[in-house]
Protein backbone atom coordinates (compact mmCIF):
# COMPACT_ATOMS: atom_id res chain seq x y z
CA UNK A 1 0.00 0.00 0.00
CA UNK A 2 1.49 3.42 -1.00
CA UNK A 3 2.32 5.59 2.06
CA UNK A 4 0.38 8.59 2.29
CA UNK A 5 2.42 11.87 2.32
CA UNK A 6 1.35 14.33 4.81
CA UNK A 7 1.99 17.59 4.98
CA UNK A 8 2.58 19.43 8.29
CA UNK A 9 0.66 22.56 9.30
CA UNK A 10 2.43 26.00 8.72
CA UNK A 11 3.49 27.77 12.33
CA UNK A 12 1.20 30.02 13.48
CA UNK A 13 3.01 33.42 13.77
CA UNK A 14 2.13 35.50 16.59
CA UNK A 15 2.58 39.20 16.06
CA UNK A 16 4.57 41.08 19.06
CA UNK A 17 2.80 43.49 20.67
CA UNK A 18 3.77 46.91 20.11
CA UNK A 19 6.17 47.96 22.75
CA UNK A 20 4.79 50.51 25.53
CA UNK A 21 6.42 53.14 26.78
CA UNK A 22 8.10 52.79 30.32
CA UNK A 23 8.81 55.71 33.01
CA UNK A 24 11.24 53.67 34.45
CA UNK A 25 13.91 53.52 31.12
CA UNK A 26 13.16 57.70 31.12
CA UNK A 27 13.61 57.99 34.73
CA UNK A 28 16.86 56.57 34.33
CA UNK A 29 17.46 59.02 31.34
CA UNK A 30 16.93 61.68 33.63
CA UNK A 31 19.37 60.28 36.25
CA UNK A 32 22.24 60.15 34.07
CA UNK A 33 21.60 63.98 32.24
CA UNK A 34 21.20 65.83 35.36
CA UNK A 35 22.63 63.67 37.64
CA UNK A 36 25.72 61.89 35.86
CA UNK A 37 26.41 65.01 33.45
CA UNK A 38 25.47 67.88 35.27
CA UNK A 39 24.61 71.64 34.05
CA UNK A 40 25.18 71.24 29.94
CA UNK A 41 25.51 74.95 28.81
CA UNK A 42 24.94 75.13 25.13
CA UNK A 43 28.41 75.85 24.21
CA UNK A 44 30.36 73.68 26.92
CA UNK A 45 32.05 70.43 26.73
CA UNK A 46 29.28 68.87 29.97
CA UNK A 47 26.39 69.71 26.66
CA UNK A 48 28.95 67.93 23.70
CA UNK A 49 28.96 64.83 26.44
CA UNK A 50 25.60 64.76 26.58
CA UNK A 51 24.58 65.34 22.66
CA UNK A 52 27.08 62.03 21.78
CA UNK A 53 25.52 59.76 24.16
CA UNK A 54 22.12 60.81 23.38
CA UNK A 55 23.15 60.36 19.10
CA UNK A 56 24.43 56.80 20.20
CA UNK A 57 20.98 55.85 21.79
CA UNK A 58 19.37 56.90 19.12
CA UNK A 59 21.28 54.98 16.94
CA UNK A 60 21.05 51.98 19.38
CA UNK A 61 17.16 52.36 18.81
CA UNK A 62 17.51 51.89 14.96
CA UNK A 63 18.09 55.62 14.00
CA UNK A 64 19.80 57.26 11.06
CA UNK A 65 21.42 59.80 13.15
CA UNK A 66 22.93 63.35 12.16
CA UNK A 67 24.82 66.21 13.62
CA UNK A 68 23.81 70.13 12.88
CA UNK A 69 25.82 72.72 14.26
CA UNK A 70 25.38 76.31 14.74
CA UNK A 71 26.46 79.23 16.24
CA UNK A 72 25.50 80.90 19.82
CA UNK A 73 26.39 84.44 20.82
CA UNK A 74 27.82 85.36 23.93
CA UNK A 75 25.43 86.72 26.70
CA UNK A 76 24.21 86.47 30.02
CA UNK A 77 22.90 82.66 31.29
CA UNK A 78 19.97 83.37 33.53
CA UNK A 79 22.84 85.72 35.46
CA UNK A 80 26.02 84.05 34.47
CA UNK A 81 28.28 85.80 31.54
CA UNK A 82 28.96 83.52 28.81
CA UNK A 83 30.95 83.48 26.08
CA UNK A 84 30.01 82.95 22.38
CA UNK A 85 30.50 79.55 20.86
CA UNK A 86 29.01 76.16 19.20
CA UNK A 87 26.49 74.24 20.04
CA UNK A 88 24.91 71.01 18.14
CA UNK A 89 21.14 69.63 17.37
CA UNK A 90 20.95 65.64 17.31
CA UNK A 91 18.82 64.66 14.34
CA UNK A 92 16.95 61.20 14.28
CA UNK A 93 15.67 59.94 10.80
CA UNK A 94 14.20 56.51 10.80
CA UNK A 95 16.12 54.39 8.44
CA UNK A 96 12.57 53.48 6.59
CA UNK A 97 11.87 57.28 6.30
CA UNK A 98 10.03 58.32 2.53
CA UNK A 99 11.18 62.50 2.42
CA UNK A 100 8.06 62.19 -0.45
CA UNK A 101 5.54 61.26 2.24
CA UNK A 102 4.01 63.26 5.30
CA UNK A 103 6.12 63.16 8.50
CA UNK A 104 5.51 64.77 12.27
CA UNK A 105 8.76 65.64 13.97
CA UNK A 106 9.25 65.20 18.08
CA UNK A 107 11.89 67.51 19.55
CA UNK A 108 12.83 68.54 23.23
CA UNK A 109 16.27 70.27 23.94
CA UNK A 110 19.26 68.95 25.59
CA UNK A 111 21.31 72.21 26.82
CA UNK A 112 20.38 73.99 30.53
CA UNK A 113 21.16 77.52 31.81
CA UNK A 114 24.74 77.82 33.03
CA UNK A 115 24.13 76.73 37.32
CA UNK A 116 20.94 73.91 36.45
CA UNK A 117 21.46 70.29 36.29
CA UNK A 118 17.98 70.57 34.69
CA UNK A 119 16.51 67.17 35.47
CA UNK A 120 13.18 68.71 34.25
CA UNK A 121 14.57 71.63 32.18
CA UNK A 122 14.69 69.70 30.31
CA UNK A 123 16.50 66.34 30.64
CA UNK A 124 12.35 65.41 31.06
CA UNK A 125 11.75 65.75 27.41
CA UNK A 126 14.99 64.16 26.18
CA UNK A 127 13.78 60.99 28.58
CA UNK A 128 10.70 61.12 26.41
CA UNK A 129 12.07 61.88 23.44
CA UNK A 130 14.40 58.72 24.08
CA UNK A 131 11.60 56.15 25.03
CA UNK A 132 9.60 57.54 22.62
CA UNK A 133 12.22 56.41 20.27
CA UNK A 134 12.59 52.97 21.73
CA UNK A 135 8.86 52.45 21.37
CA UNK A 136 8.64 52.98 17.79
CA UNK A 137 11.68 51.17 17.17
CA UNK A 138 13.54 53.51 14.76
CA UNK A 139 10.52 52.79 11.64
CA UNK A 140 7.85 55.28 10.45
CA UNK A 141 7.92 59.16 9.60
CA UNK A 142 8.81 60.26 13.17
CA UNK A 143 11.86 62.59 13.23
CA UNK A 144 13.07 63.07 16.44
CA UNK A 145 15.67 66.13 17.56
CA UNK A 146 17.41 67.48 20.48
CA UNK A 147 17.65 70.76 20.12
CA UNK A 148 21.03 72.59 21.30
CA UNK A 149 21.27 75.94 22.32
CA UNK A 150 17.05 76.47 23.21
CA UNK A 151 18.16 78.50 26.88
CA UNK A 152 18.05 82.33 26.60
CA UNK A 153 21.57 84.62 26.65
CA UNK A 154 19.34 87.47 27.25
CA UNK A 155 16.43 89.19 26.66
CA UNK A 156 14.00 89.63 23.60
CA UNK A 157 15.24 86.68 20.62
CA UNK A 158 18.28 85.54 22.11
CA UNK A 159 16.85 81.84 22.67
CA UNK A 160 16.14 79.06 20.64
CA UNK A 161 19.15 79.22 18.33
CA UNK A 162 18.80 75.14 17.40
CA UNK A 163 15.45 75.11 16.21
CA UNK A 164 16.00 78.25 14.78
CA UNK A 165 18.63 77.27 12.41
CA UNK A 166 16.72 73.95 12.06
CA UNK A 167 14.34 75.51 10.38
CA UNK A 168 16.29 77.85 8.53
CA UNK A 169 17.95 74.84 6.81
CA UNK A 170 14.43 72.91 6.03
CA UNK A 171 14.08 72.42 2.16
CA UNK A 172 10.91 73.46 0.68
CA UNK A 173 9.89 70.06 0.40
CA UNK A 174 10.15 69.38 4.34
CA UNK A 175 8.33 71.92 5.10
CA UNK A 176 5.67 71.19 2.95
CA UNK A 177 5.43 67.50 4.63
CA UNK A 178 5.53 68.29 7.78
CA UNK A 179 2.19 67.67 9.30
CA UNK A 180 3.50 68.73 12.80
CA UNK A 181 5.78 69.44 14.53
CA UNK A 182 5.66 69.15 18.99
CA UNK A 183 8.15 70.11 21.81
CA UNK A 184 8.20 68.49 25.17
CA UNK A 185 9.81 71.24 27.12
CA UNK A 186 9.45 70.80 30.93
CA UNK A 187 7.27 67.54 31.13
CA UNK A 188 7.62 65.75 34.11
CA UNK A 189 6.27 67.85 37.00
CA UNK A 190 2.51 67.50 37.76
CA UNK A 191 -0.41 65.81 37.38
CA UNK A 192 -2.11 67.42 34.60
CA UNK A 193 -0.20 68.39 31.32
CA UNK A 194 -0.11 71.51 29.59
CA UNK A 195 -0.50 71.86 25.84
CA UNK A 196 0.54 75.09 24.21
CA UNK A 197 -0.24 76.39 20.72
CA UNK A 198 1.89 80.31 19.71
CA UNK A 199 -0.97 82.64 20.53
CA UNK A 200 -1.95 84.07 16.59
CA UNK A 201 -0.77 80.77 14.85
CA UNK A 202 -2.50 77.64 13.98
CA UNK A 203 -3.90 75.08 17.32
CA UNK A 204 -4.41 72.04 15.33
CA UNK A 205 -1.57 70.16 16.46
CA UNK A 206 -2.19 71.82 20.44
CA UNK A 207 -5.69 70.55 20.00
CA UNK A 208 -5.19 66.97 18.48
CA UNK A 209 -3.25 66.51 21.32
CA UNK A 210 -6.16 67.24 23.69
CA UNK A 211 -8.22 65.21 21.70
CA UNK A 212 -5.72 62.14 22.13
CA UNK A 213 -5.29 62.93 25.70
CA UNK A 214 -8.98 63.25 26.61
CA UNK A 215 -9.25 59.37 24.80
CA UNK A 216 -6.31 58.28 27.33
CA UNK A 217 -8.18 59.76 30.32
CA UNK A 218 -4.69 62.11 30.61
CA UNK A 219 -5.71 65.52 32.07
CA UNK A 220 -4.85 68.20 30.01
CA UNK A 221 -4.37 71.72 30.28
CA UNK A 222 -4.98 74.04 26.81
CA UNK A 223 -3.51 77.40 26.86
CA UNK A 224 -0.91 79.34 24.50
CA UNK A 225 2.48 79.75 25.33
CA UNK A 226 5.99 80.90 22.68
CA UNK A 227 8.64 80.10 25.38
CA UNK A 228 10.17 76.85 23.98
CA UNK A 229 11.29 75.55 19.82
CA UNK A 230 7.85 75.29 18.86
CA UNK A 231 7.90 78.98 18.46
CA UNK A 232 10.55 78.81 15.74
CA UNK A 233 8.36 76.64 13.77
CA UNK A 234 5.54 78.21 14.47
CA UNK A 235 6.83 81.68 13.32
CA UNK A 236 7.69 79.88 9.93
CA UNK A 237 4.56 78.99 9.22
CA UNK A 238 4.49 75.09 10.05
CA UNK A 239 2.37 73.86 12.51
CA UNK A 240 3.44 73.18 15.92
CA UNK A 241 2.78 72.89 19.46
CA UNK A 242 4.66 72.53 22.86
CA UNK A 243 4.01 69.42 25.28
CA UNK A 244 5.29 71.23 28.82
CA UNK A 245 5.42 74.25 31.35
CA UNK A 246 4.04 73.24 34.72
CA UNK A 247 5.58 75.87 37.17
CA UNK A 248 8.09 74.65 40.18
CA UNK A 249 10.32 75.69 42.38
CA UNK A 250 13.50 74.60 41.17
CA UNK A 251 13.55 76.55 37.66
CA UNK A 252 17.01 77.28 36.14
CA UNK A 253 18.71 76.46 39.70
CA UNK A 254 20.60 74.28 41.06
CA UNK A 255 18.14 72.68 42.59
CA UNK A 256 16.50 71.30 39.46
CA UNK A 257 17.62 67.72 40.39
CA UNK A 258 16.11 64.19 39.30
CA UNK A 259 13.99 63.96 42.66
CA UNK A 260 12.35 67.20 41.12
CA UNK A 261 10.67 64.68 38.40
CA UNK A 262 7.59 62.90 38.83
CA UNK A 263 7.64 58.94 36.58
CA UNK A 264 3.90 59.25 36.81
CA UNK A 265 4.00 62.59 34.75
CA UNK A 266 6.69 61.64 32.16
CA UNK A 267 4.27 58.46 31.61
CA UNK A 268 1.39 60.01 30.76
CA UNK A 269 2.99 62.71 28.66
CA UNK A 270 5.10 59.29 26.78
CA UNK A 271 1.55 57.85 26.36
CA UNK A 272 0.02 60.80 24.84
CA UNK A 273 3.01 61.75 22.60
CA UNK A 274 3.14 58.32 21.70
CA UNK A 275 -0.14 57.83 20.44
CA UNK A 276 -0.09 61.03 18.72
CA UNK A 277 2.98 60.25 16.64
CA UNK A 278 1.86 56.97 15.97
CA UNK A 279 -1.24 58.14 14.57
CA UNK A 280 0.12 61.17 12.65
CA UNK A 281 2.68 59.16 11.26
Known sequence: MPRTQTTAPAPTVTASPPATFEAARAMRTVRHLAGRIGPRLATGPAFREAAEWVADALRERGYDVRRQSFDVPAGDSWGVPVAAGRSTNVIATPADFDPDAPYVLVGAHLDTVAVAPGAEDNASGVAVLLELGRVLGGTGQVVLVA???????????????????????????????????????????????????????????????????????????????????????????????????????????????????????????????????????
Open 147 to 281: FGGEEPRGPGDLHHFGSTAYVAAMSPAERRHLSGMVAMDRVGVGAVVPLSSVAGTPTATRDRLARIGDGLAVPTLVETDAASDHESFADAGLPAARIGSTPYAGYHSAADVPAVVSPAQLRRVGELVTAWARRAS
